[in-house]
């Protein structure tokens, strides 16, 4: 999950993201100049993508191993991936090195659409002063995050198909075998048509929403706690980071049921009328994997989860944060 959220007026005075540099570091008199919502908006996106440049190999890794043993019972099965190192090495000897990058594009694609489509929402929700409210933030991060899934879900599938695809001797789970992007957009809308985009989205909407919640209402007070303890200097980066990768402990862990599942429901093949061969709905998924693999097969990929959700939130705040100190000054020179 990529969650960069703005964070409500009343709390940071700029309505800058929740867990960006302190005002006391360097960058804030940069950041502390106005810049318009819908720049901020474009801006919050493409740190997103940047982020993901970084994170994009573990994402790889979490759905190999997300496949691994689908529907079989534990040791029925060979282990190609055995946690994080050994999976990265495994998938740089079966597909080079770019194969850490498969589905890069299609996660470019999605973490723009995404991301834009969550900071406006919530920046709507934050207007009208719902964010306010008791629960208010994470309500709101929540539902802007479900409705960010929901539109960018189609780029999601796709990123899916293509990171599973692999040689046969480590391939998990179905094989679609797409050429590209665009020709893996185009086979899935002749095949199952439109809606045949949004396959796999009653698994992605949950998924979201959960981690978004989570990762909203634990983040700023690992952050503080942090700070607190004076580990490092004030205003320094490493704060947030190390405040990223203690809330990323909560979010993985609620996180990773709804990924497993998630990922399962977007790389299923389907039959002719364009239904599910395995699972038939979420809630299905769900019980089949408990039933046939264990519930513990519901937190496969845990260890990339939780070691790409820091950085990946880190890196998408550092990015927007020298953006937008850029954009400032362009706006200021004009």
């Known amino acids: 999950m990529r969650t960069v959220f703005i964070e409500r007026r009343g709390r940071g005075g700029d309505g800058r993201p929740w867990g960006a540099m302190d005002p006391s570091s360097s960058s804030s008199s940069a950041s502390s100049h106005h810049v318009s919502p819908p720049v901020d908006f474009v801006l919050g996106a493409t740190a997103c993508c940047l982020a993901c440049v970084f994170t994009n190999p573990l994402e790889v890794v979490k759905t190999r191993l997300q496949l691994q043993g689908e529907?079989?019972?534990?040791?029925?099965?060979?282990?190609?991936?055995?946690?994080?190192?050994?999976?990265l090495v495994a998938v740089?000897?079966?597909?080079g090195l770019r194969g850490l990058q498969k589905g890069l594009a299609a996660g470019l694609l999605y973490q723009g659409l995404m991301n834009g489509v969550r900071f406006a929402c919530f920046s709507h929700a934050e207007a009208h002063g719902w964010t306010q409210r008791r629960g208010g933030t994470v309500a709101a991060g929540a539902v802007a995050g479900a409705l960010g899934a929901f539109l960018a879900s189609p780029?999601?599938?796709?990123?899916?198909?293509?990171?599973?695809?692999?040689?046969?001797?480590v391939a998990v789970g179905h094989?679609?075998?797409?050429?590209s992007v665009s020709g893996a957009f185009e086979a899935i809308y002749r095949k199952?048509?439109?809606?045949?985009?949004?396959r796999g989205v009653n698994g992605a909407v949950p998924r979201v929403m959960v981690g978004s919640a989570v990762q909203l209402a634990t983040f700023a007070s690992a952050k503080e706690w942090v700070r607190k303890r004076k580990w490092f200097r004030?205003?320094?980066?490493?704060?947030?980071?190390?405040?990223?990768?203690?809330?990323s402990v909560a979010v993985a862990g609620a996180m990773t049921p709804f990924d497993v599942v998630s990922t399962r429901l977007y790389n299923q093949p389907v039959d002719e009328a364009g239904m599910g061969k395995h699972?038939?709905?979420?809630?299905?998924?769900?019980?089949?994997?408990?039933?046939?693999?264990?519930?513990l097969a519901l937190y496969k990929g845990l260890g990339p989860a939780y070691l790409r959700l820091g950085p990946?939130?880190?890196?998408?705040?550092?990015?927007?944060?020298?953006?937008?100190?850029l954009t400032c000054r362009h706006l200021q020179g004009a």
Request: hydrophobic content about 40%.
């Open 175 to 179: 094989q679609h075998n797409h050429q």
């Open 192 to 198: 199952q048509g439109l809606l045949g985009l949004w």
């Open 71 to 87: 529907l079989r019972a534990r040791g029925s099965y060979p282990r190609h991936y055995r946690g994080v190192l050994q999976a």
């Open 312 to 325: 990946h939130t880190i890196l998408s705040l550092l990015f927007w944060d020298e953006l937008r100190k």
């Open 279 to 295: 699972y038939r709905s979420f809630s299905d998924c769900f019980v089949q994997v408990c039933g046939k693999e264990g519930p």
């Open 155 to 169: 780029a999601y599938l796709v990123k899916t198909h293509l990171q599973a695809q692999t040689i046969a001797a």
């Open 234 to 247: 004030e205003g320094s980066w490493m704060v947030a980071l190390a405040g990223g990768m203690i809330s």
């Open 92 to 95: 740089g000897r079966a597909d």
